[in-house]
């Protein structure tokens, strides 16, 4: 009888640890911001290339404002050992992971790395299913901050309990690591993604373009505009600590300088993760102007932390709006026609309620100052309609800051 009461105890011990089992709380309280190497140098990654873009991230300014996590991508690896620990491939890292880490550390940066929960990644390199937690112990010994958890040749496995195990294997590494889970969005991740990761992905693979979609056969790529149309009504699921992922950026790659403003603006509209995707030596001024946007970078970073929204779309001009603290919001006019088009807002015809943030912009009540945040100038108030001409593929964003 006392093995039977004990074997209960053990049982409920086990079950208590599973359903209380958490991530580590409050690594990314604000959506993450950093660097990735996939959009721009797929499986050309090794070790010099990350120092140089270590060193890019600081004297280019991005560092200064805000960006933090510099990310290996898919192909970094080598075999695993005979006691199936992984090794970084020795011509490509011959200074080991930890030597990288500790550099990418020396510049006030943080590190991160990608792996899979298949027995493969998506580049054929080893994934860590089966191997979680002896992946999770190297990469707590490396010094890794960032692990970006991707979904490919995962025959038979649940997405939810392949993405718990990480979680678990992270935990008892013991170091705080930010998770991101890349499915995709193939099993609604913004539903029980929360208590497993930090940020997930609402989409297949980004690319270069402002609304195109790439066909490789077996699967497709999606310009900015094709991602911002993918999910529909999930923004109620994102929040601090747990962010919608709709890619990295493409920042500062083939589009034009206003394709790039509009996508970079929407990402911050939308309190996405700012993960720049483009070679961070030998910017454009233009990059770095768009990709340091202080006061856009605010708006994404708000620490309300709600994910901003559509409120009005007529002829390929939107208006997408998203509360902030203090009683702000900020509002941007997205042209999405290939000809320029004419604002003319009156602010005070446009009551706007946000059910998720159960916040009401009414300028009747209020009057707020605008600020054009990629002028950064102030230009007027909410007592005047705002008139102005977006260029295509453009936007015109405004930040309503309270008297
Ligand atoms: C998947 C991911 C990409 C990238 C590649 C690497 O396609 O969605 O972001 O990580 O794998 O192979």
């Known amino acids: 009888m006392k093995h039977f009461y004990l074997l209960v105890l053990a049982a409920l011990t086990l079950l208590a640890g599973s359903l209380y089992a958490q991530k580590f709380e409050g690594l990314a309280l604000t959506p993450p911001m950093g660097w990735n190497s996939w959009n721009t140098f797929a499986c050309n990654v090794d070790e010099a290339l990350i120092r140089e873009m270590a060193d890019a991230m600081v004297s280019s300014g991005m560092k200064d404002a805000g960006y933090k996590y510099l990310v290996i991508d898919d192909c970094w690896h080598g075999e695993r050992d005979s006691l199936g620990f992984i090794q970084p491939n020795p011509k490509r890292f011959p200074s080991g992971m930890k030597a990288l880490a500790d550099y990418v550390h020396s510049k ?17 390199h080893p994934g860590s299913r089966g191997h979680e937690y002896q ?34 294997a992270l ?12 499915e995709w969005g193939n099993n609604d991740p913004w ?14 693979d980004i690319t270069d373009c402002f609304d195109c979609e790439v066909n490789h056969v077996t699967w497709s790529s999606w310009g900015i505009m094709k991602i911002v149309e993918m999910r529909k009504n999930i923004r ?13 950026m493409e920042v500062g790659r083939a589009m034009l300088p206003s394709e790039d403003r509009a996508h ?9 993760p700012l993960i720049a995707g483009n070679d961070l030596r030998g910017m454009k001024k233009e990059t770095i102007e768009i990709l340091t946007n202080r006061e856009m970078i605010a708006v994404d970073q708000d620490s309300l932390g709600v994910q901003g929204y559509r409120y009005d779309a007529k002829d390929s001009l939107e208006v997408w709006v998203k509360p902030l603290m203090k009683g702000d919001w900020a509002v941007c006019f997205l042209n999405r026609s290939a000809k320029a088009q004419k604002i003319d807002f009156n602010w005070s015809k446009n009551v706007v309620t946000d059910t998720v943030a159960n ?23 909410t007592k005047k309609n705002l008139e102005a001409v977006v260029p295509s593929h453009d936007v015109f964003v405004v930040r309503l800051e309270k008297k």
């Open 108 to 124: 006030g940066l943080k590190f991160g790395i990608y792996s899979c929960a298949g027995d493969k990644t998506c580049g054929g």
């Open 135 to 168: 992946d999770a112990l190297s990469y707590a010994q490396w010094g890794v901050d960032y692990l970006k958890y991707d979904w490919c040749n995962t025959d038979g496995l649940n997405a939810v309990g392949a993405y718990t195990t990480m979680r678990d």
């Open 171 to 182: 935990n008892a590494a013991k170091r705080p690591i930010v998770f991101s889970l890349c």
């Open 191 to 204: 539903k029980w993604g929360k208590n497993v990761g930090h940020l997930w992905r609402t989409s297949g």
């Open 236 to 248: 109620q699921y994102s929040g601090p600590d747990h962010w919608n992922d709709p890619d990295m």
């Open 264 to 272: 970079f603006s929407l990402w911050c509209m939308m309190a996405s």
């Open 359 to 381: 916040r009401t912009l009414n300028t009747n009540e209020t009057v707020f100052t605008l600020r054009n945040l990629w002028t950064k100038k102030n230009i007027s108030s």
